[in-house]
């Protein structure tokens, strides 16, 4: 798969492109936080984006880019949860279709939300490669377009018009933080944040159990094969090969986080900031965490990704 | 106990005393949540308040009204918890002793905030009287100005300035409806919203198991007498007599749910706006829900009056 990286004016067309629809997100702080850490934390509230997921930008920006030609054919993606729901979503925006293929296991709450959001599920087995399968029989029999989840330039674009909002918003921030599953919005929000800011440094947040890009990095090439085990039910993914390169490419830098770091912040999420997010969410600030002497002193903006929880089914 | 209500200047006093320390919160919205409800709904999120609760907001104006003389022998107060953290808060951004007085029963999570944030505890016995009396005892014994929870001019000034703010991000708003317990936050809710716009609906939603505001507006006098039983802690309080007053000229209707409706609209805003609120919070939506009819096509202001829950003790 042959995907180019988007352009900060890409981004910028991106942001113009889904202002009708997204939701331009606040930005949270907490001075016990910020006294517990020794730092200036920014947490960007994703989890507050339209059906509850950073996803939503990268989707609509994609929907919104079809020719009235394609669109009409409607969209395919293969998804764990958020971006299926964020393009069943962006895809009701423009009143077109949306085919979901969705893998045994994705959290229920995920699957409940999607449905009613419109689209037509397609379940199948979890692996990667029985997902892209299923996505391309879809495509075939329908003429959707094929929106991928993170391999794709307008959702690459979408992902990245939140740190042109962040840095609005948080003036003089020095280090972003993101998740890091398939790179798609660690990709986004460095080109964007470099674009601004070269200064600015980028880190990635990544489970231990899924520590693929982190692996990747270390020895210079993509791997392309693994699997995953994590809580993390978001970042359970292989980072793209373009993402691969973005990462490379501004430097950023992956901190891995165990299960247990990601659960023990996203407890402290809930009980300070009073947000609910995911286990995903909550590696940025499992990571910082961890490395609390390395990030003293900073201003960082961490992005808090979703809050697509199963409130029936917490891991504590 | 003869304290007179504040006047809407004295709310615009109010906010510009706790604009260098309180929380300009946000207001969100739900797409979904308006479709399901056929109105449109704005909430206003102090959960997100400093402390997790709007109560900061008049802790904070009465700590910041104090003489020097005054405010060098502290404050004290008696609370069920979140009143209790917002004074020791606000107490701490002026440097001075915070006392407070809580019952036993209140939530373990409430009392550490508490502690936490500074402050000295003395325990009594839950009932309304063993509290107002050990609180007269510290208050003799150190000299400290006593800030009553909901009773005091310069508290229901504090909370009127969430709706100075409400109605500045929400233009339009033709109701309003926030929790009833002690009735600070209705008074001063009411008496800034009618400076501004008498012709904007107030309603009180109330426990059914703590309905003395009810029971005391529908026979026209205060009941001084109760024993509520509701899980909504933050609730569980009479009504004042300045705020009764304030309840009736300004025509508040009170809604009562049960605890069981209030539960459940307390899942759907955890679920749906990915908040963490209090059950407390939750009975504004339960009321909304509850007379869906009637509240159909208006634009709600809806107040999130705090998020201090025991995560490892859910009620469903």
Chains 1, 2 share one sequence.
């Not at 674009?195 to 020895?219: C, H, K, T, V, Y």
Request: with cysteine; net charge negative; proline share 4%.
């Amino acid at each position: 798969m042959s995907v180019s990286l988007p352009s900060l004016d890409q981004i910028h067309d991106a942001a113009a492109r889904i202002a009708p629809h997204a939701i331009l997100t606040p930005v949270l702080r907490h001075s016990a936080l910020d006294e517990m850490l020794g730092a200036q934390l920014y947490f960007k509230c994703e989890n507050l984006q339209c059906g509850g997921a950073f996803k939503f930008r990268g989707a609509c920006n994609a929907v919104w880019s079809l020719t009235e030609e394609q669109a009409v054919r409607g969209v395919v993606t293969h998804s764990s949860g958020n971006h299926g729901n964020a393009l069943a979503m962006a895809a009701a925006t423009r009143g077109i279709a949306a085919h979901v293929v969705v893998p045994d296991g994705a959290v229920r709450a995920k699957l409940e939300a999607i449905e009613k959001a419109g689209a037509i599920l397609h379940r199948c087995a979890p692996m990667i490669a029985a997902r892209e399968a299923k996505a391309a029989q879809v495509q075939q029999t329908t003429g959707a377009t094929l929106v991928h989840p993170y391999a794709d330039t307008h959702v690459i674009a979408g992902q990245g018009t939140l740190v042109l909002e962040l840095l609005q918003q948080s003036r003089g921030l020095d280090t972003i933080i993101t998740p890091v599953g398939g790179g798609g919005l660690s990709a986004g929000c460095s080109i964007a944040a470099h674009g601004i800011d070269p200064a600015i440094a980028m880190f990635g947040a990544e489970p231990s159990g899924a520590d693929d890009a982190a692996q990747s990095l270390a020895r210079g090439a993509r791997i392309d094969s693994f699997t995953p085990n994590t809580l993390c039910d978001g970042l359970r993914t292989l980072i793209g090969e373009p993402n691969f390169h973005a990462l490379r490419e501004h430097q950023v830098e992956i901190i891995t986080v165990s299960d247990e770091e990601s659960i023990q912040a996203m407890r402290l999420l809930w009980q300070t900031l009073k947000l609910v997010v995911e286990i995903s969410s909550a590696t940025v600030l499992a990571a910082v965490l961890k490395q609390r002497q390395r990030f003293a002193g900073r201003r960082i903006g961490l992005v808090l990704t979703g809050g697509n929880v199963d409130i029936d089914v917490l891991p504590w």
